[in-house]
């Protein structure tokens, strides 16, 4: 068995090379395998638009093609792609809104997998943010709002491809770098070896730091750039991280 985990893909364009490879790289999944979309796959998607699901028809055809044959795939919603329910639960999909533990029972392991942007209390202006956009209220309206004003607030609120690219830790300095990981390293400790332990393994997204502490934590980092994912294979009970195989 293998769970698959993806997450801050910030698909835009189907036609895209990473966009394309993701679509490929669910092909080798078998149906023993599980799946799970841990937050920002799209860097837009939002509620039940028609534009947005004409636009993502093959993802959502590879969806119900995986849950058709026995796949399990959860999706763990994010900050760019939420208020999916009802598109995804038709093609056989969970919707997860903050965090999932998966059972490995061979080999008698947990796997905690969240999005990540529950991590860092210290960020405030994002958490009040998070808070609003998730809020009954909100959640309504957006099903009721025409696309092109979503995409303009979208617009208004996210950065471009190319500065968050410049804006990658990566390229931080290493005081603040470090920082960002004793944030994100002491939570996935906590829910390792805290009082209350939940997990063997924690893999977290959202910050963009391609960062690991083997043997319990890794982060996704930032695929568009970084071009892997990461993949447990109960045979090994390792995870690893696999590059996407058709982006040049």
Known sequence: MQVWFFSD??????????????????????????????G?????????????????????????????????????????????????????????????????????????????????????????????????????????????????IARKLSRPPQKQISDLPSEWDSQKRGELRKIYRDFANQKVTGLSPVSDFVILGHCHDLDEVPPFYWNMGYPPVHRQYLVYDSGTDQIKRVPFSRIP
């Open 9 to 38: 893909l910030h698909l835009t364009d189907p036609e895209s090379p990473l966009y394309v490879s993701f679509l490929s790289e669910l092909d080798q999944i078998q149906p023993k395998d599980l799946v799970v979309l841990a």
């Open 40 to 152: 920002d796959i799209f860097d837009l998607f939002v509620g039940n638009h028609k534009k947005f699901i004409r636009k993502n028809q093959t993802f959502l055809k590879k969806m119900g093609e995986l849950t058709a044959k026995g796949t399990p795939v959860y999706f763990i919603e994010g900050n760019h792609d939420f208020n999916l329910h009802s598109v995804l639960e038709r093609k056989g999909v969970r919707v997860v809104p903050d965090e999932m533990v998966i059972d490995i029972p061979e080999n008698r392991r947990k796997i905690y997998v969240a999005h990540g942007d529950l991590a860092n209390p210290h960020d405030r202006n994002y958490l009040r943010f998070r808070s609003c956009v998730r809020s009954p209220w909100i959640k309504v309206l957006l099903n009721f709002l025409k696309v092109e004003w979503i995409e303009a």
